[in-house]
Nanobody, 127 residues
Framework: QLQLVESGGGLVQPGGSLRLSCAASGFTLDYYAIDWFRQAPGKEREGISCSSSSGRSTTYADSVKGRFTISRDTAKNTVYLQMNSLKPEDTAVYYC????????????????????WGKGTMVTVSS
């Protein structure tokens, strides 16, 4: 069974940090571009970061640039999103998603381009 599972969400104060994990089972992430999306209540799903399958490309939305970092651990078949200097406006459900794109620098941007999705993890930034 092909599956992505996010973890690491929770409640954090403004200025704090969290690290989200996206673990794959049933397939290897080496052949996939991985995107992190988020969706706040009443808002559209927003792409915030991508790591290409080759590792040569990473992208960030302007809203998180300089605060969030995406990384891969090939041995653990897991992608991480390190989130620092969190703000209340970062509150959302965070999803990871995978697009099959082996040996590529491609970073898909649209939710419709993704092949697999996790169920999401909630991040709440509040004092």
């Amino acid at each position: 069974q092909l599956q992505l599972v996010e973890s690491g969400g929770g409640l954090v104060q403004p200025g704090g940090s969290l690290r989200l994990s996206c673990a794959a089972s049933g397939f290897t992430l080496d052949y996939y571009a991985i995107d992190w999306f988020r969706q706040a209540p009443g808002k559209e799903r927003e792409g915030i970061s991508c790591s290409s399958s080759s590792g040569r490309s990473t992208t960030y939305a302007d809203s998180v640039k300089g605060r969030f970092t995406i990384s891969r651990d090939t041995a653990k078949n897991t992608v991480y999103l390190q989130m620092n200097s969190l703000k209340p406006e970062d509150t959302a459900v965070y999803y990871c998603a995978a697009e099959f794109a082996p040996d590529s620098s491609r970073c898909p941007a649209a939710p419709s381009e993704m092949d697999y999705w996790g169920k999401g993890t909630m991040v709440t930034v509040s004092s």
